[in-house]
């Protein structure tokens, strides 16, 4: 579980590519090392993987071929910078939203605006996940918990803003145009649509609100 504040952006140290596995190495020191064992659970760019081997302050993960296949996960190379979270303990605040881990897809950079302060991106989305993406409502992108400033549905656009922190200690500062970003939607989110629309299909919420209507009209 994590909580979708990222606590360091970090370079990739290594890459090694083999067929169906990529190996990658970042080093982690001083608090996001501390205590840290081979088999514990670090998001990096918002996907959840499992250390798997610990030299010192460096770490090494494992990729296979269904996480490259749907997170930028694939394209990283040593220098790369990524966000790192480490997986929530017990009582810590969650000041994001919960997390999992468990990215559903890449969203491309359509639009870049910097102004005083602030930045705006604006990203292009599928009409599969879209559906869970609301105006002002939440979702995170690698690994960030982030609140929708506006959404286009015709286009499949959404548009996030961010603040100086949030640039000086993740890697949305570097995104270009056509860059991916990856994509967790909320669970709770997506349970609600997935069930209304199940509901509206099987003709239970006409039901209901004919026999509201009828009820209300009744003597």
């Known amino acids: ?27 982690l020191s001083g608090d996001l090392g501390a205590d840290l064992e081979t088999g514990a659970s670090v998001a990096v760019n918002g996907v959840c993987f499992t250390a798997t081997e610990i030299d010192g302050n460096l770490v090494s993960f494992d990729a296979m071929q269904e996480t490259l296949n749907i997170t930028n996960i694939a394209e990283l190379a040593p220098g790369t910078q990524v966000n790192i979270e480490r997986s929530a303990r017990a009582g810590v605040e969650v000041g994001g939203h919960i997390l999992s881990g468990h ?26 996940w879209m559906k869970y993406v609301f105006n002002k409502g939440f979702l995170a992108l690698n690994g960030a918990s982030l609140t ?72």
């Open 1 to 27: 579980m994590y909580t979708g504040i990222v606590q360091a952006m970090l370079p990739i140290a290594s890459v090694d590519r083999k067929p169906g596995l990529l190996s990658f190495r970042v080093e």
């Open 103 to 128: 990215v559903v897809d890449v969203a491309l950079v359509a639009a870049v605006e910097d102004s005083t302060n602030n930045k705006r991106i604006t990203f292009q989305g599928k009409p599969e």
């Open 148 to 219: 929708v400033a506006s959404i286009d549905r015709e286009s499949n656009r959404f548009s996030v803003n961010l603040i100086p922190e949030t640039l000086k200690r993740t890697n949305f500062s570097l995104l270009q145009k056509g860059d991916k970003v990856n994509v967790e939607i909320d669970h709770q989110t997506r349970v609600i649509v997935d069930t209304i629309t199940n509901l509206v299909k099987e003709g239970i919420v006409a039901d209901i609100l004919t026999a509201d209507a009828i009820d209300k009209t009744s003597p």
